[in-house]
């Protein structure tokens, strides 16, 4: 069994920052991958960033490209997620996502991430 957490959410103003982490635990776990998506009522849940350990490969939605910074975590199994220069159109419920398959690339589907977070809820105000 893979549990996976996000943590760091909240609300915050036009401009501002906020940082996001995730763990995976489980026995005997490794994880190949991680990653972060959001997703807002009556849309697709989107990629926001990407991250595969070997190699350290990192993968940007276009929207957040420059603004956000995925990153390693120093704890096993774990990343975080940057967000700078916030805008309205970055509020959804973020999802922190993790696969226990080796991958040669960072997946950008959902369908690459078996296991998922609750979501933790991202508001950008005006």
């Known amino acids: 069994q893979v549990h996976v957490v996000e943590s760091g959410g909240g609300l915050v103003q036009i401009g501002g920052s906020l940082r996001l982490s995730c763990t995976a635990s489980?026995?005997?776990?490794?994880?190949?991958?991680m990653a972060w998506f959001r997703q807002v009522p009556g849309k697709e849940r989107e990629l926001v960033a990407g991250?595969?350990?070997?190699?350290?490969?990192?993968l940007y939605g276009d929207s957040v490209k420059g603004r956000f910074t995925i990153s390693e975590g120093d704890a096993d199994n774990t990343v975080y997620l940057q967000m700078n220069n916030l805008l309205p159109d970055d509020t959804a419920v973020y999802y922190c996502?993790?696969?226990?398959?080796?991958?040669?690339?960072?997946?950008?589907?959902?369908?690459?991430?078996?296991?998922w977070g609750q979501g933790t809820q991202v508001t950008v105000s005006s």
């Open positions: 996502a993790a696969r226990t398959m080796d991958t040669t690339v960072v997946p950008r589907s959902s369908t690459g991430y078996p296991y």
């Open positions: 489980g026995r005997r776990l490794y994880t190949y991958a």
């Open positions: 991250y595969r350990f070997i190699g350290s490969n990192k």
